[in-house]
């Protein structure tokens, strides 16, 4: 079975960081699509960053240069440490593993960037 479990969000000032953690159970890391996302009150779902199997990760535009998400092929987590907080990065932040097979989430973990 299949689980992904998300942990370290909270509550934090604008400026501040948080490292994200994914867990995961049941898959290898190194050979699943895996991405983190948010949705935020009122708005759709959105893709923040992806680490593929093989190749470069990539992140939406908002993100570039404050967030970097990392993978640990030996505790099978996905990681995303994000940098310079604002406001508008608040949301539900969801960990996703996608391969041709089946396409995981886990529960999400909220991020609140507030004063």
């Known amino acids: 079975q299949v689980q992904l479990v998300e942990s370290g969000g909270g509550l934090v000032q604008p400026g501040g960081s948080l490292r994200l953690s994914c867990a995961t159970s049941?898959?290898?890391?190194?050979?699943?699509?895996m991405g983190w996302y948010r949705q935020a009150p009122g708005k759709q779902r959105e893709l923040v960053a992806t680490f593929p199997p093989i190749g470069d990760s990539s992140y939406v535009d908002s993100v570039k240069g404050r967030f970097t998400i990392s993978r640990d092929n030996v505790e099978n987590t996905v990681y995303l440490q994000m940098n310079s907080l604002k406001p508008e990065d608040t949301a539900v932040y969801y960990c996703n593993a996608r391969d041709y097979a089946g396409d995981y989430w886990g529960r999400g973990t909220q991020v609140t960037v507030s004063s």
């Open positions: 049941g898959i290898a890391v190194k050979f699943y699509f």
